[in-house]
């Protein structure tokens, strides 16, 4: 109900307004039956930008942090999370991808529209990133299309680490359905997973015309982490 209430009366109304999105392609998304939208993650906006967009109910996958949050912003947030129904998944750990994954085929089993960001993680640069193959492993054992999305301007609207967006039109771009019947069975071929995951962010880099980087997103991070850690703190050199 809360889902709904948010939706059509509290923030899809107020989203609408402030950014102004034109919507490309919203025929592509299947009227009924289980499906996977798999976009391009850039903002925090994201994920209340397409469920507002969207004619059917949508469940995200998103990270625990989001459910934990501490001071008013994070109980907010957690508390938006939890009321929209919402997924937490803890991606800590060598088990996260397969509790990910678990969750996900649990929607999907409903007849229900998953949404997942296959990077894995925003992007802190605006760029598209390697794509996880979790999406795949769920794409082939629930055999199910896989609707490609394209999130464009989110990120000058509300990059990483900003509160408060920029008001500005954004565009969200839904492409071709993606069958992947012909690889029914294969989901423990890891050639296979992979080459169904390029695939995926190939139609999504096609739509957002990003620029592409091969290379996980969440590596990147932590490479830039340790770069910036070793500026502030050089070591001493050994005497």
């Known amino acids: 109900m809360f889902y709904y209430l948010l939706k059509y009366v509290l923030l ?6 402030l950014f102004r999105p034109r919507i490309e392609g919203l025929d592509r998304v299947p009227e009924s039956g289980p499906a996977i939208v798999a976009g391009n993650h850039l903002s925090f906006s994201d994920h209340f930008l397409m469920p507002a967009i969207l004619k059917r109910r949508i469940t995200f996958l998103a990270k625990a942090e989001y459910f934990t949050g501490s001071g008013i912003k994070g109980r907010l947030v957690a508390a ?14 060598k088990d ?4 990910a994954i678990r969750e996900g085929l649990g929607v999907l089993r409903k007849g229900e529209l998953l949404g997942i960001y296959p990077e894995g993680t925003r992007s802190h640069d605006g760029r598209l990133y390697k794509g996880k193959v979790g999406v795949a492993v769920m794409a082939l054992k629930a055999q199910v299309p896989v609707v490609p999305c394209a999130m464009i301007g ?4 509300q990059p990483p680490g900003k509160v408060v967006p920029n008001l500005r039109p954004v565009v969200i771009r839904f492409g071709k359905p993606l069958d992947f019947s012909r690889y029914a069975g294969m989901e423990n071929e890891k050639a296979i997973l992979r ?3 390029d695939e995926i962010m190939y139609a999504i880099l096609s739509l957002s015309e990003q620029e592409y980087v091969d290379q996980y997103a969440a590596d990147v991070k932590a490479e830039l982490a340790a770069e910036e850690k070793e500026r502030r703190f050089p070591r001493m050199p050994m005497s």
Do not use: N
Request: hydrophobic share 45%.
């Open 12 to 17: 899809g109304p107020l989203l609408r307004l």
């Open 80 to 93: 938006f999370f939890r009321s929209a129904g919402q997924i937490p998944v803890d991606r800590s750990g």
């Open 96 to 99: 996260a991808g397969r509790a």
């Open 154 to 157: 989110t990120f000058e609207a």
């Open 195 to 197: 080459a169904v995951t």
